[in-house]
C-alpha cells in the first residue's frame, strides 16, 4: 500500500509544480507599459491630408494613414485590381495610375507611393 500512496503524492506533486512554473516565468518577461490616457496619436493614428490623386479613392478629408491603406485594399478589392496570377500584383486603373505613376506596383511598393500622396 506504500507505494499506492507514493504515487498519488508524485501526482499531486507534479500538478502543483507545473502550476507553479508559469507564475515564475511569468515575472521574468519584460513589462509592456499601458498606453496612457491623453497621449499624442502614434504615426498610423495621426489624420492626414490627402493629395487630389489620391482624395479620389479615400475621400478629400484628412484620413489616419491605416484607414487610407484600408479604404485603398478596398478600391482594389472592389475593382478587381489586383494581378489573378500574382495576387501581390496590384494593376493600377486610371485613378491609380496617378497616385501609383506607372500601370503596376507591388503591394509592398503600395505604401511608398501612398506616403508620397499624404501630408
Do not use: C
Amino acid at each position: 500500500m506504500a507505494t499506492k500512496t507514493t504515487k498519488k503524492a508524485d501526482t499531486k506533486a507534479e500538478p502543483e509544480a507545473a502550476a507553479k512554473a508559469p507564475a515564475k516565468e511569468a515575472g521574468k518577461g519584460k513589462k509592456v507599459a499601458a498606453p496612457k490616457t491623453g497621449d499624442k496619436p502614434n504615426a498610423l493614428q495621426k489624420p492626414l491630408q490627402p493629395t487630389p490623386e489620391l482624395g479620389a479613392i479615400v475621400g478629400d478629408k484628412p484620413i489616419p494613414r491605416g484607414e487610407v491603406v484600408s479604404k485603398v485594399w478596398d478600391y482594389i478589392r472592389k475593382h478587381s485590381l489586383q494581378n489573378p496570377e500574382n495576387k501581390r500584383e496590384i494593376l493600377a486603373d486610371d485613378k491609380l495610375k496617378k497616385v501609383f505613376g506607372k500601370d503596376k506596383a507591388t503591394m509592398f511598393e503600395m505604401n511608398k507611393y501612398l506616403a508620397q500622396h499624404l501630408k
